[in-house]
Structure formats: structure tokens, C-alpha cells
């Protein structure tokens, strides 16, 4: 079976953990090997929490830089980030909403142009599926419903061996019974957005 390697950067809080179990765990579904590493920064504060994803017939969870077949990013500047994982035949997926760091609301930092982040990623990657998670998210009922919206968005891409089917029923057995109806509408309303970008 050929091997995908997935990135996926957030913000602590923003359910990256989940979205990559729900990855896993459908791939499980799906007969598909599955191996997932996750680092954990000062994710209770804020801080960046990357996950990797590797389906098929891999040794390793390391994805070592420019091997990522997909990058997905919770928060932009994360992605621009974690860009140097990917490569010229990426699939990049970011969430145009940032979550600035508390160094830029003190004024010791400043925040990267959001048209100048999405120009170097394009310069990089293959693709970049780029949309407002956020938005989507609070449409579905909630905020915190961004990681099913981008969990959407990357089903839709096709890159992934998994099915649509099995991904939501992952979705129906594996989170919170009641929240399961706001994730699969985000889920919904992610894949929507990713086939109009």
C-alpha cells in the first residue's frame, strides 16, 4: 500500500488531538495501517501541538522535512510554520483565522500578512486549500467545531485512503454524543469549502 504522510499544526485548544484520532481510527475502519506521533508544546497555554499521520505500510511516524503530502493548519501562521515539512507536490489546508500569540498583543511581535503567508505557501506547495475554519465552525454551532471543518477539507482532497463514509461514522462512534451533530455538519461544511477553493 503506498504511503501518505499527513501534518497536522493548531493551536493547543483547538482539537487537533481529536482530529487525529478520528483520522486514525477511520483508517483502522478502513483497513488501512495506520501510525500517529503527536508533540504536545505548552499546549495548555496556547502553544503550537503537531501531530503526524502516516497510513500505509510505514516504519516510522517521523515525517523528516519535505516529505509531508499534506500539511493541514489549524492557524495560519502555524502553517507557514510547519511549511518546511512540505514539498512541490504538498497539498497545503490552512484556516485562514489566526489566534495571534500573546507576544503580538504585547506588541513584541508582529503577525504575518495573511495574502503574503497564502504567496509562500503557494511558492512551495502544489496546492493550498485556504477558507475560513473558523466561520464554518460557528455556522455548525461552535467554534470549537474548526477541527471537523478541516477534517472536511481534507477528506474532500481525495489524497487520504479513506471514504467519506467511514470518516463520519468515525465521527458518530468516536466524539462526544452531543456534539456528534455539529461535527458532522462541520465535517459537511469543510468538504463543501475545500471543493469550492
Not at 503526524?52 to 511516524?61: K, L, M, P, Q, R
Not at 511549511?83 to 512541490?88: D, F, G
Request: aromatic share 4%.
Amino acid at each position: 500500500m503506498d504511503i501518505t504522510r499527513l501534518i497536522i499544526v493548531a493551536v493547543g485548544g483547538q482539537g487537533n488531538l481529536l482530529a487525529s484520532r478520528v483520522l486514525a481510527e477511520a483508517a483502522l475502519l478502513s483497513d488501512v495501517p495506520v501510525r500517529m506521533s503527536e508533540i504536545h508544546g505548552m499546549a495548555q497555554r496556547g502553544g503550537v501541538v503537531e501531530s503526524a499521520i502516516v497510513f500505509g505500510d510505514a516504519e516510522s511516524t517521523i515525517i523528516s522535512d519535505g516529505e509531508a503530502d499534506l500539511l493541514v493548519g489549524f492557524e495560519p501562521s502555524e502553517t507557514l510554520r510547519a511549511l518546511n515539512k512540505a514539498n512541490s507536490k504538498t497539498t497545503v489546508i490552512t484556516n485562514l483565522s489566526p489566534l495571534p500569540p500573546f507576544t503580538v498583543a504585547i506588541g513584541k511581535g508582529v503577525y504575518p500578512d495573511l495574502n503574503e503567508l497564502q504567496d509562500l505557501i503557494r511558492a512551495k506547495a502544489s496546492k493550498l486549500i485556504a477558507f475560513d475554519a473558523v466561520a464554518l465552525a460557528k455556522d455548525a454551532g461552535n467554534v470549537l467545531a474548526v477541527n471537523m471543518v478541516l477534517v472536511g477539507a481534507l477528506i474532500q482532497t481525495g489524497i487520504l485512503p479513506l471514504t467519506v463514509e467511514n470518516v463520519k461514522e468515525t465521527i458518530r462512534t468516536k466524539t462526544k454524543k452531543a456534539f456528534t451533530d455539529m461535527n458532522l455538519k462541520a465535517f459537511d461544511l469543510g468538504f463543501s469549502a475545500a471543493e469550492r477553493a
